[in-house]
């Protein structure tokens, strides 16, 4: 009897781990919503624009000209939603005459494509090509990152050095994300999209801001700190106590005040 039990639960073990791999990209990529324009929520100077992968996809985005020589901020968005539920974000980040250029990834609202770690690198260098068809030096360039995108943000900035790199709520990879979640399970072995920032970080030339809340139950503290330790000075560190995730939003004013240091 106990054989069977063994039997059983082995082969239980193992179809839930092959519907953790065959469906991972589900749990990982969240698209939700609509397309809609800046106008729509209220963000007045945006507009819409369409930027055209060299895979052939066609991602919606949106886009505020900076004014007076201020910097254009890249935003590469989390993994869930949809660039209207960050309205209020961006309208603070452009308050003060910085521009914006945020990205739609392949499989979100508006854009063509299936979501994937390829395609999304596929989709920042294709947002970034577009930012230097804008007649902007490079030394007014900065990378935002947010959640899974700062794995994005931080592997854009390897191949093209921005002026500065922010990200929001960060990661050592995925894959240590993930195998703290799903901890029974050979994760690492099984995971397509790992998003190894922790490999990358210390190519990054640019001066790194990094905010993480005390409290982050979807990306744990510690993951965020393996990440800040392996990066190259210049750096900051921003725990904000309480904060759960995306804890930013609490501190939008003091990344606004470090850009502006920073960048000039």
Partial sequence: MLKWFAIIGAALYLLALAALAIGQRHFLYFPSGGAKTPADVGLAQGRDITIATEDGERLHAWYVAPRNGRPLLLYFHGNGGSLAGRAERFGILTSTGDGLLAVEYRGYPG????????GLHRDAEATYRYARTLDLPTSKLVFVGESLGTGVAVALAVAHPPAALVLDSPYSSIADVAAAQFWMF?????????????????KVQAPVLMVHGSVDRIISLPFAEKLYGLAREPKQFVRVEGAGHLAMGFVLPQVLDWIDRTVG
């Fill in 111 to 118: 854009s063509t494509g299936v979501a994937s770690e390829a």
């Fill in 186 to 202: 050979p994760v690492r072995l099984v995971l397509w999209d790992q998003f190894r920032s922790d490999l990358l970080i210390a």
